[in-house]
C-alpha cells in the first residue's frame, strides 16, 4: 500500500494556465489538450485542439521560443475538418505529434469525429503550415493514439485506444506504409474496480525513447458518482518490442489540483497530448488540456521519472485478449 500521498514529479508553470480562449485571435470557446513538438530553431510549437461555438474542433498553431509564454498564435485556423470528408464532420481533435526523422517530417496523429463516433487519422507536416492528410487509419469507435517516432523491427508502429467489448484499453498496430494498418496487440489494460484507471485508459503524449525503454504517459480514467476523473500515471514499454509492458505505476502522478483543472467545461480533467525534451533528453516540458478550457504546462525530470517507475511499479497485468 502506497504509505503517503504521490510523490510530486510534475511541477507546474506557475503562470498556468499558459494559454486561455482569451488569448486566441479570434473568437473560440476553449483551447485545449495541445500537441507539441520543437522545430531546429529550438521554437515550441503547441497544435492546439480549438472549440468554437458551435462545440466543433479544429487545430490551432501557437508558436513561443522558450514554451512558456509570448505565444504566437496563427490569425485563423491551421487545420479545419476538411469539408468533403464524413470522417470530419463533427470536428478533429487531440493531435499527437510525432517527429520522424526517417520522413523529414512530424506525422501528427488526431480524432476525426465522424458520425459513426471517433476514429484515428494521420497526417504530416514539415512546417506545422501545410499538412498531407494520409485519411482515418482506425475505424471509430478508436482515439489516444500516436506514431512511434522510427520503425519497430521494420514496420510502423501506433499505439492506439479502441472500445471493444473488452473494454477500453491501449493496443498497438503496424504498418508498412502509415496507410494499411494490421498486426493489432492488447498492450496494457483499464484496471477495473477502484482504481484511479479503472475504466478506462489511453495514451497521452507519444511515447518517449529512453535507455530503459519506451516510457509512456498515459491517461486513467475513473468514473464515479459525481463523474469523471481524469488522472495521468505512467508506465515501461519495451524497447524492441514495445507490446510488453515491463513496469506500470501503481499510482497517478499528475492529477486535477488546480482550480483552473477542476473546474471548466469539463471539470476533474487533466489531458496531455504533447511534451517537448530538452537537449540533455532529461528536462520534459508537459502540455496538457485542463478541464476542456485551457492548457496547462508541468516540468518533470525523465530520470526521475524512470526512477520513480522502478521503486512504483506492481507486476504489470498481463493482458488477456
Ligand atoms: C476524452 C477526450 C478528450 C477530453 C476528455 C475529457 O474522451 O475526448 O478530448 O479532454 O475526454 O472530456
Not at 36 to 50: E, F, H, K
Not at 153 to 162: D, M, Y
Not at 210 to 220: D, N, R
Request: charged letters at 20%.
Amino acid at each position: 500500500m502506497p504509505d503517503s500521498r504521490p510523490e510530486i514529479l510534475f511541477r507546474r508553470h506557475p503562470q498556468n494556465p499558459i494559454l486561455t480562449a482569451a488569448d486566441w485571435p479570434y473568437p473560440v470557446n476553449s483551447v485545449f489538450n495541445p500537441g507539441a513538438a520543437r522545430t531546429p530553431d529550438g521554437t515550441t510549437v503547441l497544435l492546439c485542439r480549438v472549440e468554437d461555438y458551435r462545440g466543433l474542433s479544429h487545430l490551432c498553431v501557437a508558436r513561443s521560443a522558450n514554451g512558456m509564454d509570448h505565444w504566437e498564435i496563427d490569425r485563423a485556423p491551421t487545420l479545419l475538418p476538411a469539408e468533403d470528408c464524413p470522417e470530419e464532420a463533427w470536428g478533429i481533435e487531440d493531435p499527437r505529434i510525432t517527429y520522424v526523422a526517417e520522413l523529414e517530417r512530424y506525422i501528427v496523429a488526431y480524432t476525426s469525429y465522424s458520425r459513426a463516433g471517433p476514429g484515428v487519422s494521420l497526417a504530416a507536416t514539415r512546417d506545422f503550415v501545410q499538412f498531407e492528410r494520409y485519411g482515418m487509419v482506425m475505424m471509430p469507435e478508436n482515439k489516444d493514439a500516436a506514431l512511434f517516432p522510427r520503425r519497430i523491427q521494420g514496420r510502423w508502429a501506433l499505439i492506439h485506444r479502441p472500445i471493444s467489448p473488452l473494454g477500453a484499453h491501449v493496443w498497438m498496430a503496424y504498418s508498412p506504409d502509415l496507410r494499411h494498418w494490421g498486426g493489432h496487440h492488447l498492450v496494457l489494460q483499464a484496471r477495473r474496480g477502484a482504481w484511479w484507471d479503472a475504466n478506462k485508459i489511453g495514451l497521452s503524449p507519444p511515447p518517449i525513447e529512453t535507455p530503459e525503454g519506451w516510457l509512456m504517459i498515459y491517461h486513467g480514467v475513473r468514473q464515479t458518482a459525481a463523474g469523471c476523473i481524469y488522472r495521468v500515471g505512467l508506465a515501461l514499454l519495451d524497447t524492441t518490442n514495445p507490446e510488453r509492458c515491463l513496469r506500470r505505476g501503481d499510482t497517478w502522478v499528475l492529477g486535477p489540483e488546480a482550480p483552473y483543472e477542476r473546474h471548466g467545461d469539463v471539470g476533474n480533467v487533466v489531458f496531455p497530448c504533447g511534451y517537448t525534451l530538452s537537449a540533455d533528453n532529461d528536462s520534459l516540458a508537459l502540455y496538457y488540456g485542463a478541464a476542456d478550457s485551457c492548457i496547462g504546462m508541468a516540468t518533470a525530470s525523465v530520470r526521475a521519472l524512470l526512477a520513480w517507475l522502478r521503486r512504483h511499479s506492481g507486476a504489470p497485468e498481463t493482458p488477456a485478449a
